[in-house]
């Protein structure tokens, strides 16, 4: 399967659900491997926002009713709706301009979002897309709710909702996700809330933008001021949230969801589970092409006890394979946050080869001071011979870092590092450290 993207750029006017601010959409196209990006043109510097879950918010004061992403001071919310439709449509790639913080509501659905990309024309790019086939069952859950997700060669979702109301009484769907079971079937469901629930959400400062036609108020005796698009519409608007959240994992899903009454909460613990069974498999893979023995994983917080370096002078994400005093895997994944790519060839960004040499330089500065007699020291950066770069490192990609140990002496050290994006090489060098005393 190939990528896609939109063919033109198009615009939407709306109020947001919960601020209630007027709001302009515009959704351009963008090119392979950039993802959905989110851009607020209101702010100082025009931020961008990578869609994907390493831009998650989490609101642990409020009650989740919305998905919300950001980076550094900007913000965006509500975006579940759009991811959906992009989703389910199959858009892989698409940056999206808002001049405030929330996306348009529209009529509370995903119809308006897919009418809007459908008219502005969705086109095959020549880059193939990435999947995710879920190897082996995953599942979350609280007091009253679960999510489980299954082997399937399909992306398919089985929910039931239950709020134990005699209305809505009990509803269930099953949707094997296609674009055009998406559009007819699941994408004109709208947003809902019990009316015993409306009175505390607008007290916690929430859907100021909601009004009866573009939010289903359910109370004990059905819906108030509006009628059903579809018997069922409730649950299958909880469809949508669903799929929704899981596009923040960056690509298209395959497996078989089975929810019982999850939300937004639910749906973001699961992406972590799934996220990290796709480092796990990652790390698997990396090790076994590279003949590494398998290690325990050093994480950001680890590295940073280690190099004194942090953000955004920090490239490394993880170590995923250590030998101690022989050789080392690092991990850097390459967003369109990083700060750099706002002036370095901003219409095209590429990651400066600058960094990517510092990059393998601090998985060489953790390998050299990995044993118990260098910890606590810094490892000075001397020199760089025969650096060659092979080729651009742009947003989305990641790259795996491997390092080996050449000569070692008291106070000096050689490593010889390669940097590559899936198995092309990126870049390679050999660099000397100095080893000090802090």
């Not at 108020?217 to 509006?226: L, Q, R």
């Not at 069922?232 to 949508?240: N, P, Q």
Request: with cysteine; charged share 20%; aromatic share 6%.
């Amino acid at each position: 399967m190939k990528q896609h993207t939109i063919a033109r750029e198009i615009s939407l006017k709306g109020v947001g659900l919960h601020t209630g601010h007027a709001v302009v959409a515009t959704l351009r196209p963008l090119g392979p491997n950039m993802g959905v990006v989110f851009q607020r043109l209101d702010l100082p510097g025009r931020p961008l926002i990578k869609g994907d879950f390493s831009s998650l918010l989490v609101q642990k004061d409020n009650p989740r009713r919305r998905t919300m992403i950001g980076a550094g001071a900007a913000q965006i919310q509500t975006i579940e709706h759009l991811m959906a439709a992009l989703a389910g449509l199959g858009v892989d790639n698409a940056l999206v301009e808002l001049d405030t913080d929330e996306l348009p509501g529209l009529d509370g659905s995903s119809l308006g979002f897919v009418r809007a990309l459908k008219d502005a024309g969705i086109i095959e790019q020549d880059v193939e897309r990435r999947v995710y086939k879920v190897p082996a069952p995953l599942w979350a859950s609280d007091d009253h709710a679960s999510l489980a997700i299954l082997p399937c060669a399909d992306f398919r979702v089985s929910y039931t909702l239950d709020y134990g109301h005699s209305f809505p009484s009990t509803q269930y769907a099953d949707f094997v996700i296609t674009p055009e079971v998406f559009e007819a079937e699941i994408a004109p469901a709208r947003t809902f809330c019990l009316q015993e629930e409306a009175d505390t959400l607008i007290k916690s400062g929430m859907g100021k933008g909601a009004t009866y036609e573009n939010t289903l108020v359910i109370s004990a005796e059905g819906v108030v001021k509006n009628q059903l698009r579809f018997k069922d519409e409730l649950v299958r608007h909880k469809v949508i949230d669903l799929i929704g959240d899981l596009y923040l994992l960056g690509m298209p899903l395959k497996g078989h969801i089975i929810a019982n009454k999850s939300g937004h909460a639910l749906n973001i613990r699961l992406i972590q589970k799934i996220q990290q069974q796709m480092e796990q498999h990652q790390m698997s893979a990396v090790r076994s092409v590279a003949g590494f023995p398998e290690a325990d994983r050093i994480d950001a917080a680890s590295i940073m006890k280690i190099l004194p370096h942090r953000y955004p002078f920090l490239l490394v994400d993880r170590v995923i394979s250590l030998e101690e005093g022989r050789r080392a895997v690092g991990i850097k994944n390459v967003t369109v946050n990083e700060q750099f790519f706002e002036g370095h060839f901003p219409g095209r960004p590429v990651m400066p080869g600058v960094l990517i040499v510092e990059a393998m330089a601090q998985v060489g500065g953790v390998l050299m001071l990995s044993p118990a007699q260098n910890r606590g020291k810094l490892a000075f950066f001397m020199a760089a011979n025969n650096v060659k770069f092979r080729k651009p490192v742009v947003p989305g990609d990641q790259l795996r870092i491997e390092v080996e140990i050449g000569k070692i002496r008291s106070k000096t050290g050689q490593v010889f590092t390669r940097a590559y994006v899936g198995d092309d090489l990126a870049a390679e060098g050999e660099l000397m450290f100095a080893l000090v005393e802090q």
